[in-house]
């Protein structure tokens, strides 16, 4: 097992060059590879998850392992579903093939795609036969990852009657959702709310076209933390690449930022071109936060170990999604927060509550990271006030920020490692 155990700068000023937007990049190549190919977008993520679609892509290979990456499963299932006259097996790691994909295989099959499972009902992998889809009418719960969402409303241009989706019950991670369509708009697609509840898209093709990659503001979240957690009350951060009005849902942060002591400037520029942002203290922070992540699960444990070490007591709802993810991130925030000194309850299975309560810290063996890339991403930054933290398996950032411990080196952050 591989351990960093860092320690913390006494003073913060760095420009931070964030990867590219990994959500963004994922919708892009689905899409480009549905117009028939031509030139790559721009500025391409290189985190793990995209590159396991570009592979796959590039290769077209029979078995298609997709090792961890959710986004990927999700999106390449219903991509291979429309492949015409191609028979593919789609797999994963072990943790893939225990994390649920039959909502979004039995949409597909009800819009007559040819999927069987090839080990257990309702898991990965997959052996998927391409064909032509009529489309139509499909009625699916609100409530599921948006990612199942996102994989049926890209295929709709290429479907003979395109598609109209219906969404049941309560709807979560809508910003994704309308990531998803604003990027298959980019590429020409006729697709749009046509209510509240219901998403028409029409049979028209998507158009080749080039396209260039905003960067990632999920990436973006762990500076503010470290700015939120800086002893140094003249810390800079400056991350370039991001724009003021992104689409991704993770933008959102920077306002709840704004509530726990970190301000943002945005630089001049032209409407949708990158800009620097500028983070610093602001010297104002809220006694308690409550907010609801049912638009942004993936900021939770940012938030979770900034508010605790912050000393603000807080109540997160919207967090159904968390148990699916690369692991159960409800029971990990829990277990790797006692071991800083933190009580955390869960309710309900959607809800993080933190009222204060304490236990004698014990960080000995290390933050465990569950094979999952935010746990080391949002617990680094705790650095800042533990002195010395041990991360184990810390190459996990690789899903979505591969140069996030070279950045933290240069930034000032000691990183001592162990094989």
Not at 61 to 66: G, K, V
Not at 85 to 93: I, R, W
Not at 115 to 136: A, N
Not at 289 to 316: K, M, R, S
Request: charged share 25%; with cysteine; hydrophobic share 40%.
């Amino acid at each position: 097992m591989t351990q960093y155990t860092i320690t913390a700068p006494s003073r913060l000023q760095y420009t931070a060059k964030l990867p590219a937007s990994k959500s963004i990049s994922n919708r892009a190549l689905i899409i480009h590879a549905l117009t028939g190919g031509g030139v790559l977008p721009e500025n391409l993520s290189n985190c793990d998850d995209t590159e396991v679609i570009v592979a796959a892509l590039k290769d077209n290979p029979y078995e298609i392992n997709i090792k961890a990456a959710g986004t990927a499963m999700r999106f390449m299932t219903a991509f291979l579903a429309v492949k015409e006259g191609e028979e593919h097996v789609l797999t994963g790691t072990e943790r893939m093939k225990h994390r649920p994909i039959g909502i979004l295989v039995d949409a597909l099959r009800f819009l007559g795609a040819d999927i069987e499972y090839v080990g257990e009902e309702g898991f990965p992998p997959l052996r998927i036969r391409g064909k032509r889809l009529e489309g139509g009418l499909l009625e699916v719960p609100g409530n599921i990852s948006s990612q199942y969402i996102s994989a049926l409303l890209m295929i709709g241009p290429v479907l003979n009657n395109g598609l109209t989706l219906q969404l049941t019950g309560d709807i979560i991670s809508r910003p994704y959702i309308d990531l998803t369509l604003w990027t298959m708009r980019e590429f020409g697609a006729d697709a749009e709310w046509s209510n509240f509840e219901a998403i028409e898209v029409r049979p028209q093709l998507y158009k080749e076209r080039q396209y260039y990659i905003e960067n990632d503001w999920s990436g973006a979240s762990y500076w503010y933390e470290m700015v939120a957690l800086s002893k140094d009350d003249e810390a800079t951060v400056q991350l370039e690449g991001l724009i003021d009005g992104s689409k991704q849902g993770d933008s959102s942060l920077r306002y709840i930022f704004s509530l726990l002591g970190v301000k943002t400037q945005f630089q001049a520029t032209k409407q949708g071109v990158p800009s620097v942002v500028t983070i610093k203290k602001s010297g104002r922070c809220i006694p308690r936060l409550e907010y609801d992540f049912i638009n942004a699960p993936d900021l939770t444990q940012t938030f979770v170990v900034t508010c605790a070490l912050l000393n603000v007591p807080f109540h997160f709802t919207g967090l159904s999604t968390l148990k699916i993810k690369e692991t159960d991130r409800i029971e990990a925030l829990k277990k790797e927060m006692r071991k800083l000194g933190y009580i955390i309850k869960d309710m309900n299975g959607s809800e993080l509550i933190w009222d204060g309560e304490r236990c004698e810290p014990n960080m000995a063996d290390g933050i465990d990271t569950y094979e999952d890339h935010r746990m080391a991403l949002a617990f680094a930054p705790a650095a800042f006030c533990t002195g010395q933290l041990r991360i184990n398996n810390p190459k996990v950032v690789t899903k979505s920020y591969p140069n996030y411990w070279d950045d933290l080196s240069q930034c000032g952050f000691h990183i001592e490692v162990k094989d």
